[in-house]
C-alpha cells in the first residue's frame, strides 16, 4: 500500500531538478536522465511508481495553471484569494514563463539590417471586401466566402515565411555566432503583429523549436539547412493543394437521362424475353410482380429521384452480378453513394414480403403435407424438412475484431435454413458471427427454441408406414454431421466403421438432406453476389441475405417455366443414377457456400430417447416395407 505523500517535499526535489520541467535546459529531453530523476523522486516521496509521481506531478501543474489564468470580467471572482497550500510552490513555474519572454524582449533591434527589419514590419495586405460589405450579406454567406479564401491566405503565409527565409539567408553572413542568431530571429518574429502575420511567426516559430538546444542555434550550417527545408516543404504543401475542384455532379452521371443503362439497356432488354431473363434473372412477368408488391416502399416522393423500377433493377443486377458499386455507377450512371441506398432499400422492401414467401408452417395440416411430399418424392416418411447451415462470406468490418472470423480465416455471417420438398426455404436465421460453428448457431436460434417449447403444431408421433405395430416415432428434420442428434433433427452415423445397415440409413438421410443443398446452389448460381465477399457493412449485408432468401422463394411461387427447379440435381428413371444439376456445372464443382464447422463436443450428450429413434429408422431403411429397390447398389 502506498504511504501518505508529503506534497511540499514532492514538490521541492521537482523545483531542484530543473530538467524534467525547464524546457530551456541542455538535458529536458534526455529520456534516461529524466527517468532516473523520476525514479529517485518516486522513491524518496514514497509514489508507488514512477507513472504515479508524473500523474501528480501533471495534476498539480494543471491546477497551478487553471488558478493563474486570468478571470474574465464580471465573473464574480475579481478579488478573491485563492486558498491553494501549494500556490507558493508552485510559482516556481511563473518565474521560469517570465524569464523566457524577458530573454527575448531584451534583444535590442537597432542592428537589424534596415532590409530584413522592413519585411518583418511588413503588412500583407488582404481583400476587404468582406468587411466593408458586412452590412449587406448575410452571417452565413460571409461564412461561406471566408471558408473559399482560406487557400489564398495560406499562400499568402507562406510567400511571407518564402521572404523571410531569404532575407534571413542573405544576411547570415553579416552576423557573427556571438550574436546568437536564434534569439535574433526569435526577437524580430516577435514584431509581426497582424493577425496574417501571426500565423507565419507560429510556422517559423515551430521551425526554430526543432533544434534542440542553445547551442544548435549558433550553428548557422544547421541554420540554413532548416530553411532549406522550411522552404521545400512550403513548396510540396502547395502541390498537394493543386486540387481540382468538386463537381456537383460528375459530368458522367449528369448523362444519366439520355445514356444511362436504365434509359438505353433496359427498355430495349423487355422486348427480348430471354435476354432479360438473363440479366434479371426473371422474366418480365415476374419482376413487374414484384415491382408492384414493393412499388409503394421504394417509391421517392421528390419528383427528380430515382423510379421504382430503375431502383429494383440495380438491385438485381447487384445481387446477380456481384458487380462493385463503382461499376454500377459508371453503368446506370448513379453515383455509389445513391447505389448503397437503393440497394439496402430495396432489399428492405423485399424482404417485407418473407411473411408470404417465406413462411413457417404453423398447423399440422401444413407439416403432413411436407412430410408426404418428402415421403413421396425422396422416400423419407415423417421428414418435415432439411436442414444446413452456411457461411456468407464478408468484407472485413470495422471494429469487429474476431467475431466475423471464421475457421476458413474469412470473415463471414452465418445463414441457417430450413427447406421442404419443393426446395422452398421455409426458415431462415441470418446474422450469426462467423466463429460460431454448428451446434452454437443452432442452439442460438429460433427454430431450436420453438422445438423445444413445442410452439411449432407439429403433429404427435405415430407409426412408420406399413407398420402399425411398430414403436411411435416422432416428425424429424434431416441435418447433417454439423448438428446435434434429437428427437427432432436425425443426422448420419459418423465414422468409418459402419454396419452396412448403418451405410444404408446414411444413404436414405443424405438423399433427402440433398434439397437443401440443391437450394444452396440454385442461390449462388442466380444470385453471385454469394460466391464473393459482400463489399457493404454489416446491416447491409444482413439484409442482403435475407432479400435473396425472399427472391429465391418468389421464382419457385410465382414462375410459369420451372426454370429454377430445373437446374437441380435428378436421378435417372431405371438405375436412380445421380446426374449433377446445372448449378454444379456452372460452379465448376466448387463448392458454392463454406459449410458451419464441425464441432463434436455434443456428440456424448445425445438423448436416449433420439439414438433408439435412429435405430429404429435403421431397421426400417433395411426391411422390405421400408427399403428401396435401388440403394444396396449405392453403398
Not at 521545400?232 to 445514356?259: A, D, G, N, Y
Not at 460460431?436 to 420453438?450: C, I, P, T, Y
Not at 416428425?475 to 447433417?480: E, G
Not at 436414405?508 to 464473393?532: Q, T
Request: proline residues 3%; contains cysteine.
Amino acid at each position: 500500500m502506498s504511504t501518505k505523500i508529503d506534497m511540499n517535499l514532492f514538490i521541492e526535489i521537482i523545483q531542484h531538478n530543473e530538467l524534467i520541467w525547464r524546457k530551456g535546459h541542455g538535458d529536458h529531453k534526455d529520456k534516461n536522465k529524466n527517468d532516473k530523476i523520476w525514479l529517485m523522486i518516486a522513491e524518496q516521496c514514497g509514489f508507488d511508481d514512477v507513472k504515479s509521481a508524473k500523474q501528480k506531478w501533471k495534476h498539480l501543474c494543471d491546477y497551478y495553471s487553471k488558478l493563474k489564468k486570468p478571470k474574465a470580467s464580471g465573473s464574480g471572482s475579481d478579488g478573491k484569494d485563492v486558498k491553494w497550500p501549494y500556490l507558493n510552490l508552485m510559482t516556481f513555474l511563473e518565474e521560469e514563463k517570465e524569464n523566457c519572454s524577458s530573454r527575448i524582449d531584451s534583444i535590442q533591434t537597432t542592428s537589424i539590417p534596415n532590409d530584413v527589419k522592413d519585411l518583418l514590419n511588413c503588412t500583407i495586405s488582404m481583400s476587404s471586401s468582406d468587411d466593408e460589405n458586412e452590412k449587406i450579406f448575410t452571417q452565413k454567406l460571409l461564412s461561406k466566402r471566408r471558408r473559399l479564401s482560406d487557400t489564398d491566405k495560406d499562400d499568402a503565409v507562406d510567400n511571407c515565411i518564402v521572404e523571410l527565409a531569404k532575407q534571413i539567408k542573405e544576411n547570415l553572413n553579416d552576423l557573427s555566432p556571438n550574436k546568437q542568431f536564434g534569439l535574433y530571429v526569435g526577437s524580430e518574429i516577435k514584431n509581426l503583429s497582424t493577425p496574417l502575420q501571426n500565423e507565419a511567426k507560429t510556422r517559423i516559430m515551430n521551425l526554430l523549436m526543432e533544434l534542440k538546444s542553445r547551442k544548435s542555434l549558433l550553428m548557422l550550417p544547421g541554420i540554413l539547412k532548416k530553411l532549406d527545408l522550411l522552404l521545400k516543404l512550403i513548396r510540396l504543401r502547395r502541390m498537394r493543394k493543386r486540387k481540382k475542384k468538386r463537381l456537383w455532379v460528375h459530368p458522367l452521371l449528369s448523362k444519366q437521362p439520355t445514356e444511362g443503362e436504365f434509359v438505353v439497356l433496359f427498355q430495349q432488354l423487355r422486348k427480348d424475353e430471354e435476354k432479360f431473363y438473363c440479366y434479371s434473372r426473371m422474366s418480365c412477368r415476374e419482376f413487374d410482380l414484384l415491382l408492384a408488391q414493393i412499388k409503394s416502399k421504394i417509391e421517392l416522393k421528390s419528383k427528380r429521384g430515382v423510379s421504382p423500377e430503375e431502383q429494383l433493377i440495380i438491385c438485381l443486377r447487384f445481387f446477380a452480378t456481384g458487380m462493385q458499386y463503382r461499376a454500377l455507377e459508371y453503368s446506370f450512371r448513379r453515383s455509389r453513394s445513391t447505389i448503397s441506398l437503393i440497394v439496402k432499400r430495396v432489399s428492405k422492401a423485399i424482404w417485407s414480403l418473407h411473411e408470404k414467401y417465406v413462411k413457417l408452417p404453423s398447423s399440422n395440416e401444413e407439416w403432413k403435407n411436407i412430410a408426404n411430399g418428402f415421403e413421396k418424392r425422396w422416400n423419407m416418411p415423417l421428414c418435415i424438412g432439411a436442414l444446413d447451415g452456411k457461411l456468407v462470406r464478408l468484407r472485413k468490418p470495422n471494429n469487429s475484431g474476431s467475431l466475423y472470423h471464421d475457421y476458413k480465416h474469412n470473415f463471414s455471417l452465418n445463414m441457417l435454413a430450413l427447406c421442404d420438398f419443393r426446395y422452398r426455404i421455409i426458415y431462415v436465421d441470418v446474422g450469426e458471427y462467423g466463429y460460431k460453428g454448428d451446434a452454437n448457431v443452432f442452439s442460438s436460434s429460433s427454430l431450436k427454441a420453438k422445438l423445444n417449447d413445442n410452439l411449432l403444431n407439429i403433429p404427435e408421433p405415430t407409426n412408420l408406414p406399413g407398420l402399425p405395430d411398430s414403436d411411435k416415432i416422432n416428425y424429424f428434420i434431416v441435418a447433417d454431421a454439423a448438428f446435434p442428434l434429437s428427437l427432432n433433427i436425425m443426422k448420419p452415423f459418423s465414422g468409418n466403421a459402419l454396419s452396412h445397415q448403418q451405410r444404408i440409413y446414411n444413404y436414405r438421410i443424405s438423399r433427402a438432406r440433398r434439397v437443401i443443398e440443391n437450394v444452396f446452389g440454385i442461390m449462388c448460381v442466380k444470385w453471385r453476389i454469394l460466391l464473393k465477399p459482400i463489399e457493404t457493412n454489416i446491416e447491409s449485408a444482413n439484409w442482403i441475405i435475407r432479400a435473396i432468401i425472399v427472391l429465391h422463394n418468389f421464382l419457385i411461387d410465382e414462375s410459369t417455366t420451372n426454370k429454377t427447379l430445373s437446374m437441380v440435381d435428378h436421378e435417372t428413371e431405371v438405375n436412380r443414377d445421380l446426374e449433377n444439376g446445372e448449378w454444379r456445372n456452372l460452379l465448376s464443382g466448387s463448392e458454392p457456400l463454406p459449410s458451419i464447422q464441425q464441432i463434436q463436443n455434443h456428440a456424448r450428450n445425445w438423448p436416449v430417447e433420439a439414438k433408439m429413434m435412429r435405430e429404429n429408422l435403421t431397421i426400417y431403411f433395411n426391411s422390405d416395407i421400408g427399403s428401396v429397390s435401388w440403394q444396396e447398389k449405392m453403398v
